[in-house]
């Protein structure tokens, strides 16, 4: 917003007839400068009511610039958790989800035949640590009526105990598979929307690989850069008014939520989280250019929006209505 000095409007003009551009120039100024018999003969110019701008006076913060991007607070970057090929993608950019929704499948196949071996020998190691325990115990009754000896018992157990510990194993690697195979299932982890979609199918799906970004569009919250040269006036939960690119006609307000503790090396300036301060009305869409002050201190004074300056190089000017 631009200070101006007095009450004024901007007024697109429009002519009745049909003179070039010069001649509305000159028309529009002999309207402000001429006496009212020399105004007569002029071209008459017509204002829609939509022309008319009328000022306000408003408050001018006069605290540090802040500038940044809209970032939702909850967001997830999923990535492959194995090496496998993609077979289906379900979800595209822009599409909702609920916590739990599938969104990209992978090859399975490899994994399967591992978990059907591990279960096949959970069940031999079952059988052998059945079989053993009998084994010991039948002996151990024997030991107990002086009909077998003690290095019998003793050898019993330790082929109990070892079939015990093949039945862990297998026991563990059913577990292994089972979150292998849990993990060719790329699924939502909370309610958003898909933003990013890095992944189609026939894809090679490397450990670490991009796959999907799910974000929470009603978490979003302004992440602005502040100078550290001003950093000793932001505290915390103070006002910040600031303006959205993409939504020009509206003035959000937030308050200062989390200050970071260190500056970025390169460029000396310290990151400010803004939460909105009517979230519902906060935009919808993650990435846009904001750009306002932290509220430290103001004054009142007559406002006009950037949309209504003419422009002639480096010089602006805007049409007074007289009256």
């Known amino acids: 917003l631009l200070t101006a000095s007095a009450v004024a409007v901007s007024a ?24 009212a018999s020399a105004t007569k003969a002029s071209t008459v110019l ?20 802040i500038s940044g991007a809209l970032q939702p607070e909850r967001r997830a970057d999923l990535r492959a958790e194995l090496a496998a090929v993609v077979l289906q993608v379900l979800k595209e950019n822009g599409e ?29 190691s079952t059988q052998s640590m059945e079989q053993a325990e009998r084994q010991f115990q039948r002996l151990k009754t024997l030991q107990a ?23 862990v194993a297998a026991k563990a690697r059913v577990v292994a598979a089972r979150q292998q195979l849990r993990r060719t299932e790329v699924r939502a982890p909370f309610d958003g929307v898909v933003s990013e979609r890095k ?7 490397a450990v670490g690989k991009e796959l999907v970004k799910v974000i929470d569009p009603r978490s979003m919250r302004f992440e602005g850069l502040v100078s550290a040269d001003r950093m000793h006036e932001i505290k915390f939960g103070q006002p910040v008014n600031f303006r959205v690119n993409g939504f020009p006609q509206n003035d959000f307000m ?49 406002t006009l929006s950037e949309s209504a300056l003419v422009r002639a190089g480096d010089a602006a000017h805007v049409w007074r209505l007289n009256g």
């Open 199 to 205: 992944a189609s199918a026939g894809d090679t799906a």
């Open 145 to 167: 009526q002086g009909m077998s000896s003690m290095q019998a018992l003793e050898d019993a157990e330790v082929r109990r105990n070892n079939a015990q510990s093949d039945l």
């Open 96 to 124: 909702p989800v609920r916590a739990g929704d599938l969104l990209i499948r992978l090859d399975d196949t490899s994994i399967r035949d591992s978990l059907t071996s591990a279960e096949e020998a959970v069940r031999a």
């Open 46 to 65: 017509l204002l829609a009511p939509e022309d008319l701008l009328t000022l306000r006076s408003s408050l001018v913060a006069t605290g540090p610039v």
């Open 254 to 302: 937030g308050t200062v939520k989390r200050v970071d503790a260190a500056a970025n090396a390169t460029t000396r300036q310290v990151e400010v989280i803004v939460a909105f301060a009517d979230a519902a009305k906060a935009p919808r869409v993650a990435g846009l250019f904001a750009e306002g002050r932290v509220e430290t201190g103001g004054s009142q004074a007559l």
């Open 12 to 35: 697109a003009l429009t002519a009745c007839g049909r003179p070039g551009p010069a001649d509305k120039g000159a028309a529009s100024a002999a309207s402000a400068s001429t006496p």
